[in-house]
């Protein structure tokens, strides 16, 4: 259990807070969003945002951090400042909206500090300049394997000795809510002479979380394991939309390309590494043991219960509640964000404030763990039935899946990410 006193269990806020709600003072999660066409970093509370903006313009964090690290419309200058300050703004904001904590920020103004969660457009909390998804659990790597090299080993000889990864493109990373458009793509058809191009008929989701890094180590200088925690800010919610057909006929020798880049996914809250403290836990054994710059003996995994949820348009229009098709947990992941992050950067190659690394599927043991509908129906033989009488082998127009994630811990309040939602249209 976290010794910090921002995840105290017993913290409870001046602003009111929902018994179940996903952001109560122990998560305090920062986002960027939209009011009035002008973009500010906010930080949740119950259904509230506090405004970083004005809150930067009445003085109260000056002691802990320069002003325009607040008043920016993205996270990059606060995640170059570093864990030190990532640490101080955090206990300062909740010495601010604790009960019994300073009472200067009741007393600056207060509505015009904060706006409705519900009353404003979230945006994409930094800018992204390079993003990395792994391919880092065992279960999806192996069943993967099954599907595709059914007469030879699951797992290719590296996967237990280093996290396989691919570079994505950092342009198509949206947030929660955006529309995605269906790609076009060179597949080739079952027993077809020649391939065909068109829209991906098996258009699949991925059901993944993502880290994102301050200043992680200068270029040429690899980052040591150890040092992995003052690289890391936060987590986000991440669905790696996939287009299967197009990512069969393409992946051999390079790998992933137009099959992965066509949009990913992420929840708008970022949720620090210092929230998720009461969480931690240890991961899956690794064997064999990792080489000496990918071996931790800190446990780097977090017990986040994680949802996939599927609704049809018909279910929509009839108002029938989207279909929950996966249950999983982020601690079932066999390589970590530390070793992920040490790998990534054990050339020599550099991590930056704003960087985004998707952990890659996160699937479980159980049929209905699995985080992806490739492997959920089994490439296709064994459809999902849905509530609207409709079965599901990939996914078809006006389909909207729904990912969630949420911390509980004994001893621990509960705390969510909110959701990484996408919509698919023609």
């Known amino acids: 259990m976290s010794d910090d006193p921002t995840t105290d269990a017993l913290l409870a806020s001046w602003i ?3 018994e179940a709600s996903e952001f109560p003072i122990q998560n305090l999660p920062y986002g960027a969003f939209a009011c009035g066409g002008i973009t500010h970093l906010g930080v949740a509370i119950g259904d509230r945002i506090l405004d970083l903006y004005a809150l930067a313009q009445t003085g109260l964090c000056d002691e802990v951090c320069e002003r325009e690290l607040l008043a920016a419309p993205v996270l990059n200058p606060l995640l170059a400042a570093g864990r030190q300050t990532w640490t101080a703004l955090r206990t300062r904001l909740s010495e601010l909206l604790r009960e019994g904590g300073d009472p200067a920020l009741r007393a600056a103004n207060a509505d015009a500090l904060f706006v409705g969660r519900n009353d404003v457009h979230m945006r994409l909390p930094m800018e992204i300049g390079d993003y990395v998804d792994f391919y880092s659990s065992l279960e999806h790597a192996t069943n993967l394997g099954k599907m595709f090299r059914p007469d030879a080993q699951a797992l290719l000889p590296n996967w237990r000795w280093l996290p396989v990864g691919y570079h994505g493109r950092a342009g198509t990373i949206v947030i929660d809510g955006t529309p995605i458009v269906r790609p076009n793509g060179q ?3 079952t027993g077809a002479p020649a391939p065909a191009f068109g829209p991906s008929t098996m258009l699949d989701i991925e059901l993944e979380v993502g880290f994102i890094t301050g200043a992680a180590n200068r270029r040429g200088e690899p980052l040591a394991i ?4 003052d690289a890391i800010f936060g987590l986000v919610l991440l669905d790696d939309w996939s287009a299967r057909d197009i990512q069969a ?8 390309f137009l099959g992965k880049s066509f949009a990913t996914t992420i929840s708008p809250w970022v949720v620090t590494l210092d929230a998720l403290d009461p969480f931690r836990t240890k991961g899956p054994v690794q064997e064999p043991s990792p080489l000496e710059h990918l071996h931790t003996d800190v446990a780097w995994a977090y017990d986040i219960a994680l949802d996939v949820s599927l609704a049809s348009q018909a279910m929509r229009e009839q108002h029938i509640e989207p279909a929950t098709i996966a249950r999983t947990n982020f601690n079932l992941l066999y390589w970590n964000m530390a070793q992920q992050l040490a790998h990534a950067t054990s050339n ?5 404030p704003g960087d985004l690394f998707g952990s890659g599927t996160i699937s479980g ?9 490739i492997e959920l129906t089994w490439r296709g033989a064994r459809p999902i039935a849905l509530p609207d009488g409709t079965m599901r082998a990939f996914l078809e127009d006006g389909d909207e899946v729904i990912l969630s994630g949420r911390c509980n811990a004994q001893g621990a309040r509960s705390i969510g990410f909110g959701q990484a939602k996408g919509t698919i249209v023609p």
């Open 226 to 229: 150890g040092n992995a925690r």
């Open 16 to 18: 009111p807070v929902d």
């Open 187 to 189: 597949r080739m058809p």
């Open 249 to 256: 006929w393409e992946y051999q020798p390079l790998g992933p």
């Open 348 to 352: 020599g190659a550099i991590a930056r």
């Open 365 to 373: 043991p159980t049929p209905d763990s699995l985080g992806s509908l």
